[in-house]
């Protein structure tokens, strides 16, 4: 690990303004995926601005009847606190799918966001990784690439995002709040990540001296919700695909539905074409199929990947059936209890 400078801030502005001062430098939050890749030699900042005692530590409503989760809460608070478990149950589910009571328990909101891909090239500095140094190639595209990305990828890069949370937000319509040195903005979740095109290297929209303040949730929607992961293995282990899902079934017809996948691509993949192809479509396994499929149409695996395709279309399917299955004709996201 490199020598670097130390500060910690003692508001939002303060850090903003010393990180501004400083180009080389990052924000430090829970220090769960930053602290690794300093130790692997793939982040090398030369300023650490401590952000982690900033008052982003609130889970309070808005009007409307949603949420503002603040940056700093913890993923083990978010996904226990009272108004999430019970009406946004598949963002409850994802954060506790992803990863252990330790990391979750330090582990912030924001900084699960902005965590950073899982690719072997990516975290082994011997190696070259367009992302981690533009222009030096992506090995992963010949070589070991089963867990990565079918959807959304380019000769760069077939990176995926590792977010569980992510994911459930992508489906529940959440926004990310910006700061920085040009004043406040709000992106919708679904726009915050990109996808690798010739530029990798940018996960996401943030600018520089950006710090992300909280993630705002609307109300939440009509139907129930849920999020289901499929990986390697039933402990903690990163989605090979996984699908977050709010179903509304109203005399056996879809009324409305958001859905997304993750594991698949760059970013939490919010599966539109399949959401277009359901609304009005009766609940049945047969139109859950053609919608799953009409999504994944895009898809692009790779010589060791195309398993994902039908893992992912046969996840959604069966997501989808149980909720229709559950929520009846008048179901709502929030009787519906995370485990």
Request: proline share 7%; charged share 20%.
């Given at each position: 690990?490199?020598?670097f400078?130390?500060?910690?801030?003692?508001?939002?502005?303060?850090a903003?303004?010393?990180?501004?001062?400083?180009?080389?430098?990052?924000?430090?939050?829970?220090?769960?995926?930053?602290?690794?890749?300093?130790?692997?030699?793939v982040?090398?900042?030369a300023?650490?601005?401590?952000?982690?005692?900033?008052?982003?530590?609130?889970?309070?409503?808005?009007?409307?009847g949603?949420?503002?989760?603040?940056?700093n809460?913890?993923?083990?608070?978010?996904?226990?606190?009272?108004?999430?478990r019970?009406?946004?149950?598949?963002?409850?589910?994802?954060?506790?799918a992803?990863?252990?009571?330790?990391?979750?328990?330090t582990?912030?909101t924001?900084?699960?966001l902005?965590?950073?891909?899982?690719?072997?090239y990516?975290?082994?500095?011997?190696k070259p990784?367009?992302?981690?140094?533009?222009?030096?190639?992506?090995?992963?595209r010949?070589g070991?690439?089963?867990d990565?990305?079918?959807?959304g990828?380019s000769?760069?890069?077939?990176a995926?995002?590792?977010?569980?949370?992510a994911v459930?937000?992508?489906a529940?319509d959440?926004?990310?709040?910006?700061?920085?040195?040009g004043?406040?903005?709000?992106?919708?979740?679904?726009?915050?990540?990109?996808?690798?095109?010739?530029?990798?290297?940018?996960d996401?929209?943030?600018?520089?001296?950006?710090?992300?303040?909280a993630?705002?949730?609307?109300a939440?929607?009509?139907?129930?919700?849920?999020?289901?992961?499929?990986?390697?293995?039933?402990?903690?282990?990163?989605?090979?695909?996984?699908?977050?899902?709010?179903?509304?079934?109203?005399?056996?017809?879809?009324?409305d539905?958001?859905?997304?996948f993750?594991?698949?691509?760059?970013?939490?993949?919010?599966?539109?074409?399949?959401?277009?192809?359901?609304?009005?479509?009766?609940?049945?396994?047969?139109?859950?199929?053609?919608?799953?499929?009409?999504?994944?149409?895009?898809?692009?695996?790779?010589?060791?990947?195309?398993?994902?395709?039908?893992?992912?279309?046969?996840?959604?399917?069966?997501?989808?059936?149980?909720?229709?299955?559950?929520?009846?004709?008048?179901?709502n996201?929030?009787?519906a209890?995370?485990p």
């Amino acid at each position: 690990m490199r020598a670097f400078a130390y500060t910690r801030a003692g508001g939002v502005d303060e850090a903003i303004a010393a990180l501004a001062a400083s180009p080389g430098g990052m924000f430090l939050g829970g220090g769960t995926n930053l602290v690794d890749l300093m130790k692997l030699g793939v982040a090398s900042p030369a300023l650490l601005v401590d952000i982690g005692r900033l008052p982003l530590t609130e889970v309070r409503e808005t009007p409307g009847g949603g949420l503002r989760i603040g940056a700093n809460v913890r993923n083990s608070d978010l996904a226990a606190h009272p108004a999430v478990r019970t009406r946004y149950p598949a963002l409850s589910q994802a954060v506790l799918a992803g990863a252990s009571g330790q990391i979750r328990n330090t582990a912030t909101t924001g900084g699960n966001l902005l965590q950073r891909t899982r690719c072997l090239y990516f975290q082994d500095v011997a190696k070259p990784c367009n992302k981690r140094e533009p222009g030096s190639g992506c090995p992963a595209r010949e070589g070991v690439h089963r867990d990565l990305a079918v959807l959304g990828h380019s000769p760069a890069c077939v990176a995926t995002h590792p977010s569980d949370m992510a994911v459930a937000l992508a489906a529940l319509d959440a926004v990310v709040h910006l700061q920085g040195p040009g004043g406040e903005r709000t992106v919708p979740l679904c726009d915050f990540h990109r996808l690798p095109g010739d530029e990798p290297h940018r996960d996401t929209v943030i600018e520089p001296a950006e710090l992300v303040v909280a993630v705002g949730l609307p109300a939440p929607p009509a139907g129930r919700s849920v999020y289901r992961k499929a990986r390697d293995r039933a402990s903690y282990a990163f989605a090979l695909a996984s699908v977050a899902a709010v179903l509304d079934v109203r005399a056996g017809v879809v009324e409305d539905v958001r859905l997304a996948f993750g594991g698949l691509a760059h970013k939490p993949w919010r599966a539109r074409a399949a959401e277009e192809a359901l609304r009005g479509a009766p609940a049945t396994e047969e139109s859950f199929v053609r919608a799953a499929e009409a999504e994944l149409a895009a898809a692009e695996p790779l010589r060791d990947n195309g398993f994902k395709v039908p893992l992912a279309r046969n996840l959604a399917v069966r997501v989808l059936s149980d909720l229709a299955t559950e929520t009846g004709e008048t179901g709502n996201a929030g009787e519906a209890t995370a485990p």
